[in-house]
């Protein structure tokens, strides 16, 4: 594509959100391949890790963007 003058924005922007999308899944499948409750008062470091991640994963995909396109640029309203 930039051998052919083109820009990979689109192409960039779908991966992204794809990227963060399958980082936001990540601790729930965990939760299902594991019988363990998350939780951050327990003794158990996989539950604590667990409810850290679980709380986290929504913040995967508002992590700062790097180079020439923000966050802003890179949702799906740049499909349209």
């Given at each position: ?8 924005a ?26 363990a ?20 994963a ?23």
């Amino acid at each position: 594509m930039l051998e052919l003058g083109k820009s990979p924005a689109l192409q960039a922007c779908i991966v992204k959100d794809l990227g963060a999308l399958f980082e936001q899944e990540i601790p729930e499948v965990a939760r299902h391949l594991v019988e363990a409750e998350p939780s951050l008062t327990e003794e158990c470091e996989y539950s604590a890790s667990l409810a850290t991640s679980i709380m986290a994963a929504p913040s995967f995909s508002l992590r700062e963007a790097r180079g020439k396109y923000s966050a802003d640029h890179c949702s799906w309203t740049c499909l349209r």
